[in-house]
């Protein structure tokens, strides 16, 4: 199958080292001249795919730079409505989720197929971990109608002696016009939040396929250039939630 | 010129000896540890009544912890001068999205809008 001369471009990289003609592995498109210039070529393309994500998540945090700026008082009370506790926990899933799939690409590069997969299989879980964790949060939001739309309510910030959230954090009712820009607080908040999730989602199917693929031993062949970009692509989600884990969480905490 | 030429032969040269660069899993299992007592260290702060600087030292560990990230997760640290700069402008571009922004609206007349 393999030995066509014509059309080897899709190759599967798992096939052996060489397929027939010429001296270069399997995995080597024709128009690299080497190895060496393929994975950097690779690198650069993911890099530049992350640019544009950073511009993309970077729009968002301007937004969300602005409108705190303009609205403070309610972006700090509507931020008290965050547990800090289950986003600290997320941001500890996170960056485990984030060690274990660079153990994953040290595997891979090793060459050691069983600890490929499990690195893999421990960032899946965690990744799913992290999604549980934001859907408890979530849930909360929207028992408390603090999701923007039709039903969106004001009244932990017009009567916060009622809410428990904003009675811990010893919040003042809002005047109505300022209280109503809470729910451009949660429109950012789900906004961000949830294109972050979305990429998680992305990653943990991304993911799933890899485990699948791993355990063929697809990368531990030499070939390793799919999990690196992998791992770059998690690791630039990961960075996205160090920040946004501040941005929506602690900055406010104080701020009355 | 010709010195130029020569560094750039022997770059050239050293490139196909060099093998890819692996990261041996110390350096992640350290890194892991400073990104989970950094975050430790943030949470930590925003219990403390800091006024203005609440949010600073908030960004500055962000800012800390994502460049752990980028040079040692990621290994940019040990990437080609292509990676480096490409990184270097992906937050270059960053910087003046927030850059440009925030001039604008720094010179405008405060409460007018």
Known sequence: ?????????????????????????????????????????????????????????????????????????????????LNVWWGTANTGVLISS???????????????????????????????????????????????????????SLNSFLHPETDKEATAAGDKALPLDMARHTELYFFLYFAMTGMHALHMIIGIAILGYMIFRARAGAYTAGHVTFVENFGLYWHFVDIVWIFLFPLLYLISRHAN | MSEHTEHGTQQGAGHGEH??????????????????????????????????????????????????????????????????????????????LIGMTLSDYISRAWGRW
């Open chain 2, 19 to 96: 093998e890819h660069h692996v990261t041996p899993p110390i350096v992640y299992m350290i890194i892991f540890g400073c990104l989970l007592v950094l975050t430790g260290v943030t949470v930590g702060a925003s219990f403390i009544e800091m006024g203005v600087f609440n949010p600073i030292i908030a960004l500055a560990i962000g800012v800390v912890k994502a460049t752990l990230v980028v040079l040692f997760f990621m290994g940019v640290k040990y990437s080609t001068k292509l990676t480096k700069l490409t990184v270097f402008a992906g937050l270059f571009t960053f910087l003046v």
């Open chain 1, 98 to 152: 984030s060690f274990t799939m660079a153990m994953g690409v040290w595997c891979a590069e090793t060459r050691r197929r069983s600890g490929l997969v499990l690195c893999l299989v421990l960032t899946f879980i965690l990744g799913l971990v992290f999604l549980g964790i934001k859907s408890i949060e979530y849930s909360e939001k929207i028992e408390k109608h603090h999701v923007p739309g039709f039903h969106y």
């Open chain 1, 1 to 81: 199958m393999s030995d066509s001369t014509a059309i080897t471009h899709g190759a599967p990289e798992a096939q052996g080292i060489t397929h027939g003609h010429g001296e270069h592995p399997s995995y080597q498109r024709h128009h690299f001249e080497s190895v060496e210039q393929q994975a950097d070529a690779t690198n650069f393309a993911m890099w530049l795919f992350l640019l544009t994500e950073i511009m993309f998540f970077g729009g968002l945090f301007t937004a969300y730079l602005i409108y705190r700026n303009w609205y403070y008082p309610a972006f700090v009370a509507a931020s008290h409505q």
